[in-house]
């Protein structure tokens, strides 16, 4: 389907959804989207839900991007992918989306560093990253399943038990208040930590120009998603 009838129909379901957890939610309920257009989504079922549901507690999945960067990385530099940290998704969950290697490390080291090729980088590897779900559906006729299975278990896991020390992942969270000059008000994926329960936003990374601007064409289509979609 085109994304433009995607969001037209499933913001008739997410509504629905925020509406029933407006009246059977407990006030620390929290929700993890996977449908897409996954932040959009999110978005939706949170406003939908009356207040009852925290935007704190309201996510969208970009782990399966973030596993599949950190995989391809993996096979670039002959490792394990557990090697491999720190990757960054920033954005939408969508052909807009950010992949970013700048503060990635392999075994330790920065994965630029490791790798030495910046041409792949900066092209091939974002490339791959962004366009993984359609190549999937093309090469299957059916969209990813035991991934994004796994991505969901990973997300809620580092979510609720915590991320490992000295390691960041990316989640589609709440975006007000933070500061990588990103709009208020959208779902967006940033690097996160993660303890007792609660995420937060990483700061400090080093965001170069051309990340920061395509960073901002995301922030773009989230906006222009929100405006169809109606949400207030």
């Given at each position: 389907m085109e ?11 997410f ?6 957890m407006a009246?059977v939610a407990t006030d620390?309920?929290?929700v993890?989207?996977?449908?897409n257009p996954a932040?959009t989504?999110?978005?939706i079922?949170?406003k939908s839900?009356?207040?009852k ?8 999945m ?7 960067s ?5 096979e670039?530099?002959g ?6 940290r720190n ?6 969950h969508?052909?807009t989306?950010?992949p ?12 630029r560093?490791?790798?030495k090729?910046?041409a ?13 779900g359609?190549?999937i559906?093309?090469l299957?006729?059916?969209s ?5 299975a796994?991505a969901a278990?990973?997300h809620?896991h580092?979510?609720?038990?915590g991320t490992?020390?000295g390691?960041?992942v990316?989640?589609?969270v709440?975006?007000t208040?933070?500061s990588y ?12 930590t ?5 995420w937060?936003?990483?700061d400090?990374v ?15 289509e ?8 109606g949400?207030?």
């Amino acid at each position: 389907m085109e994304r433009k009838d995607l969001l037209e129909m499933n913001k008739k379901i997410f509504s629905a959804q925020g509406a029933a957890m407006a009246e059977v939610a407990t006030d620390d309920c929290r929700v993890l989207v996977v449908g897409n257009p996954a932040n959009t989504n999110a978005l939706i079922l949170l406003k939908s839900s009356n207040g009852k549901l925290k935007p704190r507690n309201v996510t969208a999945m970009t782990r399966l991007d973030h596993n599949r960067s950190l995989s391809l990385l993996a096979e670039k530099a002959g490792v394990h992918v557990k090697e491999v940290r720190n990757a960054i998704i920033w954005g939408n969950h969508s052909s807009t989306q950010v992949p970013d290697v700048n503060s990635a490390t392999i075994d330790g080291k920065p994965a630029r560093e490791t790798l030495k090729d910046d041409a792949f980088l900066d092209g091939p590897f974002m490339k791959q990253v962004q366009q993984r779900g359609g190549e999937i559906i093309k090469l299957r006729g059916l969209s990813s399943a035991m991934s994004a299975a796994k991505a969901a278990v990973d997300h809620v896991h580092d979510w609720v038990l915590g991320t490992a020390e000295g390691t960041h992942v990316s989640m589609g969270v709440y975006s007000t208040g933070n500061s990588y000059g990103v709009p208020d008000d959208l779902i967006y994926s940033f690097p996160c930590t993660c303890k007792d329960g609660e995420w937060t936003i990483v700061d400090g990374v080093n965001v170069t120009p051309a990340i920061q601007n395509l960073m901002e064409l995301s922030a773009t289509e989230l906006q222009e998603e929100k405006e169809q979609a109606g949400v207030n």
